[in-house]
């Protein structure tokens, strides 16, 4: 059994993952300045002997007293309402804190796995998506802030494997959900929900003809933890393949629901993708994973989390 830092760890996959990882009998060390994560969504961890939060930010010098395992870099601002309203910090987590958490790993010795994202690919012109494809990303734009830093933070991760001889790994994760998610957080599955609970007309992006593929959060954990098992040094993709319209989902949940809110179109975003889904065949491969639940089981569990919030959680922010 290892000691484990999770950066992110009060996240919403980070937290999953501190489930798991305490779950499987390891000592887990969250770092978090709840910058997007929550108290709450470790609050059941914090008398586990096995399990240790620090309230932290990430992009500056990191010390951990004793020995590290592995490190698991999931600190981001991986939401648009995010990104959008802190480009600089979301650079800066994604530099800056990756450096902190290499250098962290090589004084350790530590495997270090870096949390990417499909957002490497940009606005994609192959699909799906292999690990091999480079992607169409907009250096410039307004997303280009998350997407060019979790691209650094793969050339960096790399840098260290190369240079250093770090044992490393990077996992391309795409859409995912599940509870824990935050309510208007600026996803897709999350928006759709809470406007659908509101009653309020549920807002999609252009026609709604993009595609997107969701993963559950259990099924995103399983391949994470799988690839830290017995992965290698190069990206790995770890996504549902199963290909959606964006208005596809808002009729899902709009009949999960049982809301008669209307659907009300929005001009699309500057580079948003029109297609998303990945390639997951190194996946199936090598680590011998593929995602278990479907769409609407998934959508029910992540409704019934939503439908359990207190209301003020649900409002609209100022």
């Not at 994560?37 to 059941?44: D, E, Q, T």
């Not at 993709?237 to 319209?245: A, L, Q, R």
């Not at 769409?295 to 649900?314: C, H, N, V, W």
Request: aromatic share 10%; glycine share 10%; hydrophobic share 35%.
């Amino acid at each position: 059994m290892g000691r484990i830092v999770v950066t992110g760890g009060a996240g919403f996959i980070g937290s999953h993952l501190a489930d798991r990882l305490v779950g499987e009998g390891h000592e887990v060390i969250a770092l978090d300045n709840f910058s997007t994560g929550h108290g709450r969504n470790i609050a059941h961890l914090l008398g586990n002997e096995r399990f240790k939060f620090i309230h932290y930010d990430v992009t500056q010098y990191i010390y951990v007293d004793g020995p590290v395992d592995v490190i698991f870099h999931l600190a981001s601002l991986p939401s648009p309402v995010d990104y959008l309203k802190k480009p600089i910090p979301t650079l800066k987590v994604g530099a800056l804190g990756t450096h902190k958490t290499l250098g962290l790993a090589r004084a350790k010795n530590a495997l270090f796995l870096l949390a990417s994202t499909s957002e490497v690919y940009g606005d994609p012109q192959v699909h799906p998506q292999p690990e091999d494809y480079w992607g169409n990303v907009n250096p410039v734009g307004p997303r280009g802030v998350y997407d060019e830093s979790k691209r650094f933070a793969e050339a960096l991760t790399m840098a260290y494997h190369r240079y250093h001889g770090l044992d490393t790994r990077i996992v391309r994760i795409f859409n995912t959900y599940g509870p824990r998610m935050r309510p208007r957080d600026g996803r897709v599955v999350s928006n759709f929900i809470v406007q659908a609970l509101q009653n309020e007309p549920i807002t999609i992006y252009g026609n709604g003809s993009q595609t997107r593929s969701f993963c559950y959060a259990s099924d995103e954990v399983e391949g994470i933890y799988r690839l830290f098992m017995k992965g290698d040094s190069d990206p790995t993709n770890v996504g549902n393949p199963d290909e959606y319209t964006v208005r596809e989902l808002a009729e899902m949940v709009r009949e999960l629901t049982r809301t008669s809110a209307p659907l009300v179109e929005r001009p699309l975003p500057e580079d948003d993708p029109k297609i998303r889904k990945p390639d997951i065949t190194r996946a199936r491969t090598m680590l011998g994973w593929e995602p278990k639940v479907g769409i609407r089981d998934g959508l029910q569990k992540t409704i019934d989390y939503f439908a359990s919030l207190p209301a003020e959680r649900m409002r609209p922010r100022a």
